[in-house]
């Protein structure tokens, strides 16, 4: 849709989720509804419309939310006739004709049936009819979009854009994460003004219900902004910077993350309250020990990843090594394992990396299928960071380039690009001692490549703060493989030697972990 930039009429409704049904609505108080008919009232609904905002009182009858036909008229311009002889009620539009029949569930539109939840009543001298009357009667018979959104009290009108948002704050140590969850995907810009940030949509307004903030240092509360259909976040006092990337998500629907990150050094400061998080397991382990590992299925959701002659998807290879994988960790060596995704679903490549990070795991393990043109390249690669390109990938995240990257902004843009390009920088001799025992377990258990060891610049393992390394398990471009991949007898094998793996590297002498041959620099699109 081209982007309008035009004010909307409407601005933003909010909801508090303690009380959602009774949003308060920023432009117009709502109307007070009295009715001289009998029964509980309900709050009413607001109609939206391109042209106005009007108030539609309802009633609750028998259980069943309703609307009086009279008030349906009013803003519908319909003509409602009683017959009395017949026993029915005919609401009537420019073009068409519903019939109503009392004591029955349904309506005929234009001669075709809908079906209602409870028959029409009639309460003195006034009809009512259930609120699904609006969406599955009358819209057909005007021929126009009218969408019911019960949580919210709307009703909304024609081509309106009137997206749902949905915001929940996390505190993450140094950081407070703002998730707004966006039905459908919505065109937005995100800028800092003052002590303010302003998230602002392309839209005729929102549909929001906003979140309290647990974390008043960085995030002191989320709120509408004057400017239309926009929200501010109000920034708390030891806001330093902040960055943002877009996740598909599910049936059209999108997911914002605002990241406001403290001033801080090398070292995250931990919150006092992180409520939403597990307890963190800080500093406990003994030397060498391991607590938290996670797991990292690569690809997902319309990111299929390799493709196999048979139509193997790497996505789903991955998805299920790591969960099995996550099981024998957890039975085997009582770790804590975390995986970043445990369903068929997109996210981004350094929200991967932040999940680590947040979770104070111990290793990263990421895992792949690899391909090749040629149907014959076969056999295992483990990777870890190389940091030959590191001046144009910070180069490139500072200007905001490639899809997957995440968009910075604020005051430190550079301070943070730096402290986030060099978190995997610090891990870099642990992480290839990591990788030798990935290879030499995986060695014991399946085929390898002739390069099993490699360090290429995979943006999934640049902002992990912990040892790490990627997998590429097998090539499911070849047949053979392919078939491999996807058997369980293989999988298991995998998950064995990665099991040992992480063992192996979890009973290395300190020392051990730092001699590291160093390796070439061979490119891959993989995971960038
Ligand atoms: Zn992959």
Not at 165 to 172: K, S, V, Y
Not at 381 to 407: C, I, K, N, T, W
Request: aromatic residues 4%; glycine residues 8%.
């Amino acid at each position: 849709m081209p982007g309008s930039a035009q004010a909307g009429i409407i601005d933003v409704l909010i909801h508090v989720p303690a009380a959602r049904f009774l949003p308060t609505t920023l432009l117009a108080a709502l109307a007070v509804f009295s009715s001289g008919a009998q029964g509980p009232t309900a709050a009413p609904y607001t109609v939206l419309s391109r042209d106005a905002r009007r108030p539609l009182p309802a009633r609750v009858i028998n259980g069943q939310e309703m609307f009086a036909l009279d008030d349906l008229a009013k803003l519908f311009d319909l003509a409602v006739r009683e017959d009395t002889a017949a026993g029915g009620i005919t609401v009537s539009t420019k073009t068409q004709t519903i019939v109503l029949s009392p004591g029955q569930g349904l309506a005929s539109v234009g001669g075709r049936l809908v079906s209602l939840p409870a028959p029409p009543l009639r309460d003195g001298r006034a009809w009512f009819v259930p609120i699904d009357f609006v969406p599955r009667a009358l819209a057909e018979a005007l021929g126009t979009r009218l969408e019911l959104r019960k949580p919210s009290r709307l009703l909304l009108m024609g081509d309106i854009r009137v997206p749902r948002l949905a915001g929940r704050i996390e505190a993450l140590g140094a950081l407070a994460r703002l998730t707004l969850e966006v039905a459908p995907v919505t065109p937005h810009t995100v800028s800092q003004d003052g002590n303010r940030l302003i998230v602002r949509f392309e839209a005729d307004g929102l549909d929001a219900t906003l979140p309290t903030s647990p974390v008043p240092d960085l995030i002191q509360g989320v709120r509408p902004s004057e400017q239309p259909s926009a929200i501010a976040i109000d920034l708390g006092t030891k806001f330093a910077s902040f960055r943002t990337s877009d996740v598909p998500g599910d049936r059209g629907a999108g997911r914002i993350l605002i990241e406001v990150l403290a001033a801080t050094t090398d070292t995250p400061t931990p919150t006092p309250a992180a409520p939403l998080e597990p307890p963190p397991l800080l500093d406990l382990a003994p030397a060498g020990g391991l607590r938290t590992i996670v797991i990292d299925a690569g690809h997902g959701g319309p990111e299929e990843g390799a493709k196999g002659h048979d139509g193997t998807l790497e996505k789903d290879i991955t998805l299920s090594v790591a969960r099995r994988l996550k099981s024998a960790l957890e039975a085997r060596l009582g770790v804590r394992v975390i995986l970043t995704r445990d369903r068929d679903e997109a996210v981004g490549l350094d929200e991967r990396a932040a999940l680590a990070n947040n979770n104070k795991a111990d290793l990263f393990l990421s895992l792949h299928a690899n391909a090749s043109v040629r149907p014959a390249a076969a056999g295992a690669e483990v990777f870890y960071l190389s940091l030959d390109d590191y001046g144009d990938e910070a180069q490139r995240v500072a200007q905001g380039e490639g899809e997957a990257l995440p968009v910075f902004g604020g005051g430190s843009r550079e301070i943070e690009v730096i402290l986030w390009e060099m978190a995997q920088a610090r891990y870099i001799e642990q992480s290839a001692a990591l990788a030798r025992a990935v290879e030499g377990s995986l060695r014991s258990r399946v085929p390898m490549s002739p390069r099993a060891i490699q360090q290429a610049p995979f943006r999934v393992l640049v902002g992990a703060n912990m040892p790490a390394v990627l997998v590429e398990m097998g090539f499911i471009t070849n047949p053979e493989q392919e078939k491999q991949l996807a058997s369980d007898t293989f999988q298991n094998n995998l998950v064995q030697a990665l099991v040992d793996s992480v063992v192996a590297f979890r009973d290395l002498p300190g020392g051990n972990r730092t001699a590291v041959p160093a390796a070439g620099n061979p490119r891959s699109n993989e995971g960038r």
